[in-house]
C-alpha cells in the first residue's frame, strides 16, 4: 500500500481573510501552554491567541546550531515578520531576530538580516544587513520592522537610533544625522537609497491620533506591515507599555486610527491574554492556519520518569491526527516537500529513517481527536535510552494538512 505522506489527496486550501501573525516582547502566562517571546502567534478572526509556530517547532526548524548534539536551540525572539502574500510556507515567512544565529560551515544570521527557510532544512539571507545599511547610509544596524509593499517598496524600521551620512536622510530628519527608532523608512523598487517614510514626529502623532493622547513618545516601532484596506499605508505597533498604546495596533490612514478586526478595534481586550501584550513582529497571512503539534515537556530522562505529552488542538471531534516520528538527523533540520501535503507544508520525519513508516504501525499514534477537539497521546519517560531524540509531527488524515514539527530529547 502506498505511504499516507506520499499519497495524500490533493485539498485545495481555502484562501481565508487576512490573520494577523504576531510576536511578543515578553512572554505571558497561558491556558495551555505559555506564550514565549520566541514564538509566533495569531490573533483568532473572533478574538483569542491561537500559537503559529511554537517553541517546539523553533527547535526543529534550526536544527544543532550551537552543534552540542540535541534539539535545543531557538532565536530569543522574533523582531520582524513579513508573510508574502504567494503563500507557500516557511519559504515565504521573511523574519529578523534581535541577536545573530550561527549557522552550520562557520556563517550567521545577523540582526540586521532578513532571511526565510528554504523548505528543506536551510536558510536563505532575502535582504542582508549591509543591503540595508548601504539604503540608509549607516553601520552595524538592528532590523527591528519589516514589511514587503503590495508595489514592490521595501518599509522597514531599526531597534535603535542610527547615525546616518546621507545628506538625503539627514535634511529629511530636520537636519540631524541622528535618526530615531521611531522612524520608518520606505525604499522604492528602483531605488538605491531609502527616504524617511515617517519621521519620530509623525509617528508619534499617529498613535495619539489614534488613541486620542498627546504623548511626546511611543519609544519605538517594533511592527509594520501593508494596511489591506489602505494601499500605500501601514499598520503600525509600539514598544510602549503605555496603557493608551500597549497591545493596540494603529493605521496610517487618516492621520492614524486604530485597526479594526471584524468591526473590533485591535488591542489587549481582543488577544484575550492573561496580561496586556507589548506586540514586537506582526505581519498578515492570507495562508489557511496549519495545525499546531504542541510538546509539554520537550525533554525528559529515564531516571526521572513521569509523562510526556503531545496534542493537535482545533480540531473536529472524531477525526484523526497520524502521528509519525523519526530520528532527527544532525546538524539538520532536514525537510523535504510535496505537492500533497498541505498545511505547514514543510515535512520533517526523515522517509530514509524505518521509524518513519513504522509510525503507522502503532496504533497510539493514531490519534482520534476527543469531544474538545484535541487529539493527544502520552508517553512514560521510564524507559527512553539516554541521549535519544524523537522529531514528530501529525498529518491531519481528512484534509491532508501537516503540523507543525515538534522534538523531544532524552537526558543523557
Given at each position: ?149 503590495p508595489g514592490g517598496a521595501l518599509w ?41 517614510a515617517f519621521t519620530k514626529t509623525q ?100 531516571a526521572a520518569g513521569g509523562l510526556g ?104
Amino acid at each position: 500500500m502506498p505511504h499516507i505522506l506520499t499519497c495524500f489527496v490533493l485539498f485545495l486550501a481555502p484562501v481565508t481573510a487576512q490573520d494577523l501573525i504576531y510576536s511578543l516582547a515578553h512572554d505571558i502566562p497561558g491556558l495551555a501552554h505559555d506564550l514565549k517571546k520566541h514564538e509566533l502567534h495569531r490573533l483568532r478572526p473572533g478574538g483569542g491567541t491561537a500559537p503559529f509556530v511554537p517553541l517546539e517547532a523553533w527547535r526543529v526548524l534550526l536544527g544543532d546550531r550551537n552543534g552540542n548534539g540535541i534539539y535545543d536551540d531557538e532565536p530569543s525572539d522574533i523582531n520582524a515578520l513579513h508573510i508574502r502574500s504567494t503563500g507557500g510556507g516557511l519559504a515565504s515567512w521573511l523574519m529578523s531576530t534581535s541577536v545573530t544565529i550561527p549557522l552550520a560551515g562557520g556563517t550567521c544570521l545577523k540582526d540586521g538580516d532578513v532571511f526565510a527557510f528554504d523548505g528543506h532544512g536551510g536558510v536563505d539571507v532575502v535582504y542582508s544587513e549591509s543591503f540595508f545599511e548601504v539604503a540608509t547610509q549607516t553601520t552595524a544596524i538592528d532590523i527591528d520592522a519589516f514589511a514587503e509593499g503590495p508595489g514592490g517598496a521595501l518599509w522597514f524600521s531599526f531597534a535603535d537610533d542610527e547615525f546616518t551620512a546621507s545628506p538625503a536622510l539627514t535634511a529629511q530628519n530636520g537636519g540631524a544625522p541622528s535618526i530615531d527608532e521611531q522612524t520608518v523608512f520606505r525604499l522604492d523598487p528602483a531605488a538605491t537609497e531609502a527616504v524617511i517614510a515617517f519621521t519620530k514626529t509623525q509617528v508619534v502623532q499617529i498613535f495619539n491620533q489614534a488613541a486620542g493622547t498627546g504623548a511626546a513618545s511611543v519609544v519605538d516601532v517594533c511592527g509594520l506591515a501593508s494596511d489591506p484596506a489602505n494601499p500605500g499605508h501601514l499598520l503600525l505597533s509600539s514598544r510602549s507599555v503605555s496603557s493608551s498604546f500597549q497591545g493596540r495596533v494603529v493605521t496610517t490612514a487618516g492621520g492614524g486610527s486604530t485597526w479594526l478586526v471584524g468591526g473590533q478595534p485591535v488591542g489587549p481586550a481582543l488577544f484575550g491574554l492573561s496580561a496586556a501584550p507589548t506586540l514586537d513582529a506582526l505581519s498578515l497571512s492570507v495562508e489557511s492556519p496549519h495545525p499546531v503539534l504542541r510538546v509539554d515537556p520537550a525533554g525528559g530522562s529515564s531516571a526521572a520518569g513521569g509523562l510526556g505529552h503531545c496534542e493537535v488542538r482545533d480540531l473536529v471531534p472524531g477525526e484523526v491526527v497520524q502521528l509519525v516520528v523519526s530520528n532527527p538527523r544532525l546538524p539538520g533540520p532536514f525537510a523535504w516537500q510535496t505537492p500533497n501535503v498541505l498545511g505547514f507544508v514543510t515535512v520533517f520525519p526523515d522517509p530514509m529513517d524505518p521509524s518513519t513508516w513504522a509510525s503507522f504501525n502503532v496504533p497510539q499514534w493514531h490519534m482520534v481527536a476527543n469531544a474538545n477537539g484535541v487529539a493527544d497521546y502520552t508517553w512514560n519517560w521510564n524507559g527512553l535510552a539516554p541521549g535519544m531524540a524523537f522529531l514528530g509531527q501529525g498529518f491531519r488524515i481528512s484534509t491532508g494538512e501537516a503540523t507543525s514539527p515538534g522534538i523531544v530529547t532524552v537526558a543523557p
